[in-house]
């Protein structure tokens, strides 16, 4: 039997609307496919900072799936233009980026490899570093090392086609980057969906980056599985104002029905500018 695969998705990065990959979740639910790659989002890749997955990657392991993590990480020896991707300075920064990239990779278990060859890696102080990770993976495939998360991040796919590309962007790509990677907690990352299965562990805490569309179904699985056992869930923006199945399709009616807080809108631009008053 051959193992089916390629590089796809933009889940968690940019051009989300535009690229034709964004059908991941209905991929990795496809039993003739056994794994999706992609190369870490290129924001966030410089020293003292923490990249994430183009992917929902406890998902792919819900599904038993594998994601493959392409990571072309930069180094000192790329060429100065690389900075924006974070290129670092010298070779002592280099290994401690080198280590980050591959201590997440162990820690979140999924697989990858590096890509960029000479260009990347060419320097022959590299080779102990590899040689060192080498020998902690063997023994990491040998072990039990998932560390268990008590946090769940939820992920949208069909709101991604609702809201337009920076609303996107500033919910799945600058949060999951910027913010859980100093969260202090260890979490796992799903689809909406993937909800409704059996196997997915319980959690403490349920973050919805974007629930904006909610049908009957997917709320009938959160009544069902969350809103039990002290479970806290987080809505980070509009949850629940679209469901294209209701007799209102747009309107806070629907995100009252999702989360029990009453809400009010103005479907009008408005300025997000604010002015000090009495100061």
Same mark, same amino acid.
């Given at each position: 039997k051959s193992i089916v695969g390629f590089l796809y998705g933009t889940l968690n990065t940019t051009h989300y609307l535009y690229s034709g990959t964004s059908l991941a979740e209905k991929l990795i639910q496809t039993p003739e496919i056994d794994f999706l790659g992609t190369p870490m989002p290129y924001e966030n890749r410089g020293l003292g900072n923490d990249t994430s997955y183009r992917h929902a990657i406890h998902s792919f392991m819900l599904h038993n799936k594998l994601y493959l993590n392409e990571a072309d990480t930069r180094t000192h $020896?790329?060429?100065?233009?690389?900075?924006?991707?974070?290129?670092?300075?010298?070779l002592k920064e280099s $290994? *401690?980026?080198?280590?980050?990239?591959?201590?997440?990779?162990?820690?979140?278990?999924?697989?990858?490899?590096?890509?960029?060859?000479?260009?990347?890696?060419?320097?022959?102080?590299?080779?102990?570093?590899?040689?060192?990770?080498?020998e902690i993976s063997e023994l990491a495939l040998a072990t039990n090392n998932k560390f268990p998360a008590e946090v769940a991040i939820i992920i949208d796919q069909d709101s991604i086609f =609702?809201?337009?590309?920076?609303?996107?962007?500033?919910?799945?790509?600058? *949060?999951? $980057?910027? *913010?859980?990677?100093?969260?202090?907690?260890?979490?796992? $990352? =799903? =689809?909406?969906?993937?909800?409704?299965? *059996?196997?997915i562990p319980d959690y403490k805490l349920y973050i919805f980056l974007n629930?904006?569309?909610m049908d009957a179904e997917k709320l009938q699985i959160i009544n069902r599985r969350l809103h039990r056992d002290g479970k806290v869930l987080v809505w980070m923006y509009a949850p629940g104002l679209i469901n294209p199945k209701a007799d209102i399709q747009v309107g806070t009616e629907n995100m009252y029905a999702l989360t029990g807080i009453k809400f009010g809108a103005e479907m009008k631009m408005l300025s997000l500018e604010m002015e000090a008053v009495n100061h």
């Open positions: $020896i790329n060429l100065p233009d690389q900075k924006q991707y974070g290129r670092p300075e010298n $290994i *401690e980026i080198l280590k980050r990239d591959f201590s997440k990779t162990l820690v979140r278990q999924v697989t990858g490899y590096w890509f960029g060859g000479h260009t990347h890696f060419g320097d022959a102080n590299f080779l102990p570093v590899f040689s060192m990770m080498q =609702y809201a337009n590309q920076f609303t996107t962007w500033c919910l799945l790509n600058t *949060e999951p $980057i910027q *913010e859980f990677g100093r969260f202090g907690a260890a979490w796992d $990352i =799903y =689809y909406l969906s993937d909800l409704a299965s *059996e196997d629930p904006f569309v």
